[in-house]
């Protein structure tokens, strides 16, 4: 069974930084996309940095310039590198990831737990 583990959350003042791991593991044949989203209290869960395979990357708006998605296929491994934290950063941050597994191979979307990132002083 495939499973995705988060980790680095935690509390940080503002303008500081975390950065966060999410580590694929079980019978992986192939990962394709891998994607952080996060939600806050009373919104939606919203998507803020994807990278493809290959190593393409995008981003919300409200985290260019400040956030940087990374990944090591080596490791199953989807960094997120989260710099000038604001309030507004504050949310539960999800793992995503579409990949192939098992016998006969299938594709599956997994999440992760959720780690927490709250930004406050």
């Known amino acids: 069974q495939v499973q995705l583990v988060e980790s680095g959350g935690g509390l940080v003042q503002p303008g500081g930084s975390l950065r966060l791991s999410c580590a694929a593991s079980g019978s992986i044949f192939r990962i394709n996309d891998m994607d952080w989203y996060r939600q806050a209290p009373g919104k939606q869960r919203e998507l803020v940095a994807a990278?493809?395979?290959?190593?393409?990357?995008n981003y919300a708006d409200n985290v260019k310039g400040r956030f940087t998605i990374s990944r090591d296929n080596a490791k199953n491994t989807v960094y997120l590198q989260m710099n000038s934290l604001n309030a507004e950063d504050t949310a539960v941050y999800y793992c995503n990831a579409n990949i192939l597994s098992g016998w006969p191979p299938r594709w599956h979307d997994y999440w992760g737990q959720g780690t927490q990132v709250t930004v406050s002083s």
């Open positions: 990278i493809t395979s290959a190593g393409s990357t």
